[in-house]
Antibody
Framework: QLQLQESGPGLVKPSETLSLTCTVSGGSISGSSYYWGWIRQPPGKGLEWIGSIFYSGSTYYYPSLKSRVTISVDMSKNQFSLKLSSVTAADTAVYYC???????????WGQGALVIVSS | QSALTQPRSVSGSPGQSVTISCTGTSSDIGGYNYVSWYQQYPGKAPKLMIYDVAKRPSGVPDRFSGSKSGNTASLIISGLQAEDEADYYCCSYAGTYTYWVFGGGSKLTVL
């Protein structure tokens, strides 16, 4: 059973870069057909897919965020990471990492990490 | 505004059945049989309840079922129980540009 855990700063200043890491346990990032994704949920609002990566390095980003997002994988640490640049208050959200199959978003989820964008 | 449209709230009494709809377009729901549904309790991560329109992951009660007609998918919960009170989100694969889109979520209240 895969387990995922997000980590990173809970407070980021406007215009700076949000950075989060997801540590995967219970399985190898490179040892399965799972993709590794990030989804966010602004307070009191719905879910929004941000992007995903396959262990090979292939990345897939939501079009409206693509210019600001970078997702990478570190197989040696069994981790994958999210960087979101030029953040504003609108990027304040709970950020979830997830393991998913090619056409299903979110078979396994982390517990979520609240990131607040504020000066 | 979310890409997929769900009712903001639905309700039902214990033992009854409720249906939550999720409307998209021919570019997402209508174009692929890759609709999934998630249950989310307050302050918790979403949980996969239905995938590929109508398939249930291991451990999900068979009271939960899914269907699709045209551009609209539905989550049906039969034999409603108090523990089913939660937010429910639909999600659809949307092709090799947008990839995945979510609905805005529906709050289910068990009366």
């Amino acid at each position: 059973q895969l387990q995922l855990q997000e980590s990173g700063p809970g407070l980021v200043k406007p215009s700076e870069t949000l950075s989060l890491t997801c540590t995967v346990s219970g399985g190898s990032i490179s040892g399965s057909s799972y993709y590794w994704g990030w989804i966010r949920q602004p307070p009191g609002k719905g879910l929004e897919w941000i992007g995903s990566i396959f262990y090979s390095g292939s990345t897939y980003y939501y079009p409206s965020l693509k210019s600001r997002v970078t997702i990478s994988v570190d197989m040696s640490k069994n981790q994958f990471s999210l960087k979101l640049s030029s953040v504003t208050a609108a990027d304040t959200a709970v950020y979830y990492c997830a393991g998913h199959l090619p056409f299903t978003m979110g078979n396994y989820w982390g517990q979520g990490a609240l990131v607040i964008v504020s000066s | 505004q979310s890409a997929l449209t769900q009712p903001r709230s639905v309700s039902g009494s214990p033992g009854q059945s409720v249906t939550i709809s999720c409307t998209g377009t021919s570019s997402d729901i209508g174009g692929y049989n890759y609709v999934s549904w998630y249950q989310q309790y307050p302050g918790k991560a979403p949980k996969l309840m239905i995938y590929d329109v109508a398939k249930r992951p291991s451990g999900v009660p068979d009271r939960f079922s899914g269907s699709k007609s045209g551009n609209t998918a539905s989550l049906i919960i039969s034999g409603l129980q108090a523990e089913d009170e939660a937010d429910y989100y639909c999600c659809s694969y949307a092709g090799t540009y947008t990839y995945w889109v979510f609905g805005g979520g529906s709050k289910l209240t068990v009366l």
